[in-house]
C-alpha cells in the first residue's frame, strides 16, 4: 500500500527531504508551503543593496521537484493533530503516514520595546524589496533636505546584529549610500551605517573570521558598536542600553532568530516553544514525525547546545530524512543524523570575501569567488544559476542598482 509522506515548509530541509523520495514509487509527497517557491535566503542582502535582482534566487516547487508521486499545496498550516495523523490547512485537512515538519524559524525581537513595530527584517523578497526601497527613498529625501541634522538621519541606517548576515549587509549598505551620495555632485554630506553588537567582538558564530571582518568594516567606514545592546526601537533611531541614541530613520534587525513552531496536539513544543527531536530527527513522542532544520532542537549526544541553525545544517538533515524515509517504506535500519561544518564564507564587499575549507582559510577575491561558486551550486534552477553568475560578473565591473522599485 502506497504511504503518504507530507512536508510542511519548502525552504532547505523541506525541498531536500522531498528530493530524497521522488524516484520511490511506494510513496506519494505532498509538499506544503505558504509560498509557491523556494527562496534563496542567504543572498537576500544583495538584494536589499542592489547587488542583485532577486527574482533569481526563487524557483516555483513545482519546477524543482518534478515527479508522478509529487504534489504542492499552497496552503496554510492551522494545526497538526498529532494522534489523528492529520493536518488542518487553512482549506482543508491533509491526513499522512509520516511527516516532515520544515516549518523553519522567524525572526526573535527578544522583546525589544518598538522593534517588531520599526525594523526591517530579511526574510522574504518583499522585505528585501522595501529595505532597498527605504533606503533610496530616504536619500532622496536627505537631498532635499535643509537641516544638516535631518540629513544625517536620512542617510543613517542601524543594523542590530553583527552576525554573518549582519556584516555582509552592514559593508553592502556602506557601499550602496556612498555610491549614491557620490551620483549626486551638490551634495557633500556622508552617509553612516551602525553595526550595533550586545557581544565584545562581530560574528562569535565564526571566530576564525572575526579578524578580516572587523578589519573590512573598518576600512568601508562601518561604525561597529560592541557592548552595546539595543533597549528601544523608535521610529527615528534606536536607544543604547547606556542611554544614547543614534538618530535613524532606517532600522534592520539582524540579531536572531528563533524556531517558527506549527501549533500541535497534542502541544509538544512546551513552554520553551521547541521540538526536540532523537538522534533520527524525529520527535520524541512521535516516531512517525520528522522535524528538521531551524524548527528542529537536537543536541547530539555527549554535546550541551543544540546544533546551529544554518542553511548548511537544514540541508544535510533534508537529505538524512530522506534517506531514512526511503529506509523505512524498505523496512530497513535507520541511520542517526552526523553533521560536521565543513566550512563557512561571508562576502566583505564587491570582490573581498573570507572564509575557510576545513583548515584552508581564504580571504580577498579568491574568497569571494570560492564564496559564490558554492553559492551557484546550491541555488536551485539551472536558468537563475546562469542569471545569477552573469550579475555577479557584471557586477564586478559596474555599479549598485540604486533605482527605487
Known amino acids: 500500500m502506497m504511504k503518504h509522506v507530507v512536508i510542511v515548509g519548502g525552504g532547505f530541509a523541506g525541498v531536500y527531504a522531498a528530493r530524497g523520495l521522488l524516484k520511490r514509487r511506494d510513496v506519494k509527497v505532498t509538499l506544503i508551503s505558504k509560498r509557491n517557491y523556494f ?5 537576500l542582502h544583495e538584494v536589499a543593496t542592489g547587488g542583485l535582482s532577486g527574482y533569481n534566487l526563487a524557483e516555483p516547487y513545482r519546477g524543482i521537484l518534478r515527479g508522478k508521486n509529487f504534489s504542492f499545496l499552497q496552503d496554510e498550516v492551522r494545526e497538526v493533530d498529532l494522534v489523528k495523523r492529520r493536518v488542518a ?50 536619500a532622496e529625501e536627505a537631498f532635499m533636505a535643509k537641516e544638516k541634522d535631518v540629513q544625517e538621519q536620512k542617510l543613517s541606517v542601524v543594523i542590530v546584529g553583527a552576525g554573518p548576515t549582519g556584516v555582509e549587509l552592514a559593508i553592502e549598505m556602506q557601499e550602496l549610500l556612498e555610491q549614491i551620495c557620490k551620483s549626486n555632485a551638490s551634495f557633500h ?26 578589519r573590512q568594516l573598518k576600512k568601508h567606514g562601518v561604525h561597529v558598536l560592541t557592548g552595546a545592546g539595543v533597549t528601544e526601537v523608535r521610529k527615528d ?40 527531536v532523537d538522534a533520527y530527527l524525529r520527535l520524541l513522542q512521535f516516531p512517525e514525525v520528522f522535524v528538521i532544520g531551524d524548527c528542529a532542537t537536537y543536541i547530539p549526544e555527549g554535546e550541551k547546545t543544540p546544533i546551529p541553525m544554518l542553511a548548511q545544517v537544514a540541508t544535510e538533515q533534508g537529505k538524512s530524512v530522506g534517506k531514512n524515509l526511503a529506509r ?54 539551472a536558468g537563475n544559476k546562469l542569471k545569477t553568475a552573469w550579475e555577479w560578473t557584471l557586477n564586478l565591473f559596474t555599479k549598485r542598482d540604486a533605482c527605487e522599485h
Not at 189 to 214: K, M, N, T, W
Open 237 to 276: 533611531g534606536v536607544v543604547l542600553q547606556d542611554g544614547r541614541i543614534i538618530a535613524a530613520d532606517t532600522v534592520v534587525w539582524s540579531a536572531g532568530v528563533k524556531p517558527s513552531i506549527v501549533k500541535t496536539i497534542p502541544d509538544v513544543a512546551g513552554e520553551k516553544r521547541c521540538l526536540v
Open 89 to 138: 490547512c487553512a482549506h482543508g485537512e491533509v491526513p499522512y503516514d509520516y511527516l516532515v515538519l520544515a516549518t523553519g524559524s522567524t525572526t526573535n525581537f527578544f522583546g525589544t520595546k518598538g522593534a517588531e513595530e520599526h525594523c526591517f527584517v530579511l526574510k522574504s523578497l518583499e522585505d528585501a524589496f522595501r529595505l532597498k526601497n527605504q533606503v533610496v527613498r530616504k
Open 39 to 43: 527562496l534563496f535566503i542567504p543572498m
Open 189 to 214: 554630506g556622508r552617509p553612516s551605517v551602525y553595526l550595533i553588537q550586545r557581544g565584545d567582538r562581530v560574528i562569535p558564530q565564526i571566530p576564525r573570521l572575526q579578524g578580516d571582518a572587523e
Open 328 to 381: 523505512l517504506l524498505g523496512k530497513r535500519e535507520l541511520v542517526p543524523f552526523s553533521f560536521k561544518l565543513k566550512g563557512q564564507f561571508i562576502s566583505l564587499g564587491k570582490g573581498y570575501g573570507a572564509g575557510f575549507i576545513g583548515p584552508l582559510k581564504l580571504t580577498g577575491f579568491k574568497a569571494w569567488w570560492l564564496n559564490r561558486t558554492i553559492y551557484l551550486f546550491k541555488i536551485l534552477g
